[in-house]
């Protein structure tokens, strides 16, 4: 059974080591769940030749083995959930817990205090782990999150199990002795570190969605909707409305001689304002409206249940602001103005393009004098 385990851990270190390859930099905490699986593998093969190996390797390596298993499991999982700076507690306690294993060995102690010693660091280092899942928002609560999570409780509690049989049961004077709890222990710890690293798989995997999902909809520079998720979003608007719930108002709004900026202070420059106006459009905004960058300096705006009075007074809001407050550039304010154009839904529209449209032709008008806004 130890042989088996150990066959399952390498060929799970191995695929999570294989991942990693490709991962991108976002998805953290392959590499330690890799070796967490590799480290679990090597203490569950020396435990399977243990009557063939002397026994400080099938006790005092094993053990070990299995410590830095747990640690770099759990450092994994805190790398993944983007707490990178638990690896020294995770690992110094760890070490700590190995240092005192060693001792308790060399002394020739009595197996609990061996068990104890384990159990200890087990309920640490998966009390950290229990921990950072537990904090997971509900969103990213997914399969492989859900299975993480059942089983480190239930290591925790069988190993539990079995430093209160050790404390309490005669029966259970060795490690490998036939008592219910310990067998349990046993088979449960061995095949959880397995489906553990399995359930990380598939976490990995709910990640890599969410990753691509962000970059098929997100604008990477102002972090804004990009134009596709932009127009998905009214669309969605445009149906609410079709459905006989209030109005919606559009606005198009688009930097003025942008080009100017580009050319004469250069790109990094130009991006630069692009990522000020789009932070100061959404200071201008409230949090049910929709935001999206869909072309170079031109942007959206979606105003749910907004009259076109109200819709006329946000955008010159939006105006004067920009016109304020210029864009500091390496030390240097630069002046920058925007044209506005707004629509509002009507009756006869059956598509969110037709209102958009109608914004591009107020935006066309707004653009005969810049630094202006206009309603169609
Ligand atoms: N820095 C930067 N520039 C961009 C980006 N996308 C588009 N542009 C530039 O934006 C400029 C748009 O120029 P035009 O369409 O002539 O618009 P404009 O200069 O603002 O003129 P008007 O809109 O008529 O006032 C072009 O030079 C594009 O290269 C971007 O992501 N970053």
Known sequence: MFMI???????????VLLMQRSAPSSVRGLLETGWSAIAFAVASLLIALRDHVPEILSFLLANVMLYVALAANAHGVARFYHRSDLARPIYGIALLCSVIYCIIYALG?????RVYVYTGVLLVLFGIKTWLLLRETRGN?????????VLTVTMMLLASARALAFATSPVADSVFSQHPINIAHGVGSMFALVFMTLAFILAVNERYRQVLQDLAYTDSLTGLMNRRAFMDAMAREHAKVQRGQSSYCVAVADLDHFK???DA??????????????????ACIRPGDVVGRIGGEEFAIGLPGVSQADGMQIIERIRKLVAATPVNWRGQPVMITVSIGLSRCKDADTSFEQVLLRADQALYDAKLTRDATAAK
């Open 5 to 15: 385990a150990a066959l399952l851990g390498l060929a799970m270190g191995a695929i």
């Open 109 to 113: 102690a009595g197996i609990q205090g």
């Open 141 to 149: 609560r997914g399969i492989g999150w859900g299975i993480m999570l």
């Open 260 to 262: 100017r900026i580009n």
């Open 265 to 282: 202070l250069g790109h990094a420059a130009g991006d630069r304002v692009l990522e000020s106006f789009a932070s100061r459009v959404q």
